[in-house]
């Protein structure tokens, strides 16, 4: 039994980067699946769409590369843990990596990457960063 979803999407999409593979396969949840659809929103990864088999959930992913063949994600890391959780307030979140990098917050008005928490003027859990 997976007790973080959120750590083992993570390490599944890191792990299948550095193995150049093309898809992958994630354990739904809401969290895992607003935080995806970030990461196509910022073009860390190509698509993502969600399969039904039966009762069970997945979401599919479909990875990106540059001309190179390197992944486009260099460093995907959890901050907040089951064990420690970390929130930061809307001034905390403004930039991360010089704008490069991505924050993954979890607010009261969902899951939200930084640049939008920040205009929307919350804080909150932070997920990940991604750059």
């Keep these: ?14 792990n299948a980067g550095m193995r150049q593979l093309n898809t992958t396969t994630l354990v739904h ?5 607003a935080m995806v659809n970030i990461l196509v929103d910022k073009s860390y990864i190509e698509s993502c769409n969600v399969v ?11 990875l990106k590369y540059d001309d190179n063949g390197r992944c486009v994600i260099n ?12 929130y930061k307030g809307k001034e905390d979140i403004k930039r991360f990596k010089n704008g490069y990098g991505t924050i993954i917050v979890s607010t009261s008005h969902g899951v939200l990457a930084n640049d939008k928490a920040y205009e929307l003027g ?10």
Excluded at 1 to 14: A, K
Excluded at 75 to 85: A, C, Q
């Design 52 to 62: 039904e088999n039966g009762v069970k959930k997945t979401i599919k992913v479909v």
């Design 75 to 86: 460093e995907m890391k959890r901050v907040s843990k089951p064990g420690r959780r970390v």
């Design 29 to 33: 949840s809401k969290s895992v699946e």
């Design 122 to 131: 919350i804080g909150g859990e932070v997920m990940c960063t991604v750059w």
């Design 1 to 14: 039994m997976i007790n973080d979803l959120v750590s083992d999407s993570l390490t599944r999409i890191r």
